[in-house]
């Protein structure tokens, strides 16, 4: 089901919780420079890297408008340290059955940590999965869900993956960037969009229509 959105309503806070430091930016840069703008507190997380990533990681987050937090081990422990630091009212994390192993870790440690901390602090409220390479998991095509109309953020997004400058941005993620926001932007009628699938929260699918 394709819900396409009037208007955007951003909630107050999301969370990306992600393998890599181009990960938030690629596949939900537009999304959350949308929420960034409209007044949301944005959260990139992801593991810390070496030399020149760690700086890149920080120029793209702040490109989007976001803050950055780089965790040193991606376990369920520390994501779960994480989310009760910041209390997100949403979470953006990989597809579970993602084609990359260090995608699908990070997807099953966000999973692991989530009963605790919900139970204990209610949020976050939703969790959503976002688009992968070629739109294309273990098990099949991602399925079309929350489709985000990122066509006013669409150049933001290009901005904050270019500060990825060791990574083959130019030749690769920056071409497949582009076919998947036109791909999913035509099926809500615009120019550019992301895609997220909800993931169940104690067995609970969100009710709100966007993000």
């Known amino acids: 089901m394709v819900i396409p959105l009037v208007a955007f309503i951003p909630p107050a806070s999301v969370l990306t919780v992600m393998a890599h430091p181009d990960d938030a930016e690629l596949w939900a840069g537009g999304t959350l420079a949308l929420c960034v703008a409209a007044g949301a507190d944005v959260t990139i997380a992801v593991p810390r890297h070496p030399e020149p990533r760690a700086s890149e990681a920080a120029a793209g987050a702040?490109?989007?408008?976001?803050?950055?937090?780089?965790?040193?081990?991606?376990?369920?422990?520390t994501v779960r340290e994480l989310l009760l630091d910041t209390g997100p009212e949403v979470v953006l994390t990989h597809p579970v059955r993602d084609v990359h192993p260090d995608h699908r870790r990070i997807a099953e440690a966000v999973l692991e940590a989530l009963p605790e901390v919900v139970i204990a602090t209610g949020h976050p409220r939703r969790v959503y999965t976002t688009d992968t390479y070629n739109s294309l998991?273990?098990?099949?095509p991602v399925p079309a869900h929350t489709t985000v109309d990122i066509t006013t953020t669409w150049v933001t997004?290009?901005?904050?993956?270019?500060?990825?400058?060791?990574?083959?941005?130019?030749?690769?993620?920056?071409?497949?960037?582009?076919?998947l926001a036109r791909?999913?932007?035509?099926?809500?009628?615009?120019?550019?969009?992301?895609?997220?699938?909800?993931?169940?929260?104690?067995?609970?699918l969100p009710a709100a229509l966007t993000l």
């Open 62 to 77: 702040a490109a989007l408008g976001a803050g950055l937090h780089q965790i040193n081990q991606a376990t369920a422990g």
């Open 137 to 140: 998991t273990l098990d099949g």
């Open 157 to 179: 997004k290009q901005r904050a993956l270019a500060a990825h400058a060791s990574q083959p941005i130019t030749e690769h993620f920056g071409p497949m960037a582009e076919i």
């Open 183 to 204: 791909l999913w932007g035509a099926r809500i009628g615009v120019d550019h969009a992301e895609n997220f699938v909800p993931l169940p929260v104690l067995g609970r």
